[in-house]
């Protein structure tokens, strides 16, 4: 089985652009969380999406949001990107809708540098 | 402070040597995990926990749910485990925590 895949792999924009990342989860996963890591935060959550439905948000501004759709891949999207949001932008999926209190399953990553 | 302490943060050892990592959390959990990171950021996930105790291969995983705290221990430790390990914590609010992490490092 293929694991999870995002793309792209390493993105550069510029201040008050917007991006968008993608990820796929495994096949039969219905669940997909988005984290960010800097050096600064580590780790964070961002958002999680179970069968299209926004299930959790962490504590980011609005400029961060996000989508599934019905084949379980997920977007994200960073409006007015600020320096700050210079990051490591991680997915992960898992087989049901229990958030994580399911094992995840991570993806390489998207590694966005803002300019 | 950080609402998931993680100890200690940078770890070396040699091969072949017993190795604990320990996390600490605040408040009622509905799951705790350990993570590893190698460098170039691929993350793995070693053990979901909610009770008791885990192992897989020389890896093993305690939960101690009344004094708040996770232990995970690499028994034999290899460099090949050199990673960063992250603790992760759920809480009973549905918040998601992570620990900052410890850097471990083992040589030949």
Partial sequence: ?115 | KNEVEQSPQNLTAQEGEFITINCSYSVGISALHWLQQHPGGGIVSLFMLSSGKKKHGRLIATINIQEKHSSLHITASHPRDSAVYICAVRYNTDKLIFGTGTRLQVFP
């Avoid at chain 1, 694991?3 to 390493?10: D, K, W």
């Avoid at chain 1, 960010?36 to 780790?43: A, E, K, N, S």
Wanted: glycine share 12%; aromatic share 12%; hydrophobic share 30%.
């Fill in chain 1, 1 to 115: 089985k293929a694991g999870v895949t995002q793309t792209p792999r390493y993105l550069i924009k510029t201040r008050g652009q917007q991006v968008t990342l993608s990820c796929s989860p495994i096949s039969g996963h219905r669940s997909v969380s988005w984290y960010q890591q800097t050096p600064g935060q580590g780790l964070q959550f961002l958002f999680e999406y179970f069968s299209e439905t926004q299930r959790n948000k962490g504590n980011f501004p609005g400029r961060f949001s996000g989508r599934q759709f019905s084949n379980s891949r997920s977007e994200m999207n960073v409006s007015t990107l600020e320096l700050g949001d210079s990051a490591l932008y991680l997915c992960a999926s898992s087989l049901a809708g229990r958030g994580f209190r399911d094992t995840q399953y991570f993806g390489p990553g998207t590694r966005l540098t803002v300019l």
